[in-house]
């Protein structure tokens, strides 16, 4: 992948399989000149979702394209629609997840692009999020 790179089609996206789904990196270190953005077009399959999980560095806007998505930022929970979006800021507890019958596609923007720590902390198995969804 060039790192000069500056207009990226899915073709040379960086793809990282998800669920039977295909996601594309259309911006970040590595497939970009980018140092402070990373961009990913995710397809969440009907019925699937990112549990409950961190990003300590990174800032992060979830864009919905397609669908609808239950976007959770820590205790509180919208119903986003396409055109609709949350910011993250870092280091909060957040999940998407699909709970239609129909793909959502989303827009993950992330900042910056160059963090040295971990991308993500996975608390999906910790409380209040454990069990979090279930009292809805």
Not at 58 to 81: A, D, F, N, S, T
């Amino acid at each position: 992948m060039s790192p000069n790179l500056r207009f990226v089609t899915p073709a040379n996206a960086l793809k990282e399989e998800y669920k039977g789904r295909t996601n594309y990196w259309l911006c970040r270190p590595g497939v970009t000149e980018a140092k402070a953005l990373q961009v990913c077009e995710a397809t969440l399959p009907a019925g699937e979702g990112h549990n409950f999980h961190t990003h300590p560095e990174l800032e992060e806007m979830i864009y919905v394209l397609k669908g609808e998505v239950e976007q959770w930022v820590e205790e509180e929970c919208r119903i986003l629609k396409a055109g609709e979006s949350a910011h993250i800021p870092a280091g909060l507890v957040h999940a998407t997840f699909n709970s239609s019958q129909a793909d959502a596609t989303i827009l993950a923007i992330l900042s910056p692009g160059d963090s040295q720590g971990p991308f993500m902390v996975d608390v999906s198995d910790q409380e209040p999020w454990k069990s979090l969804r279930g009292s809805r």
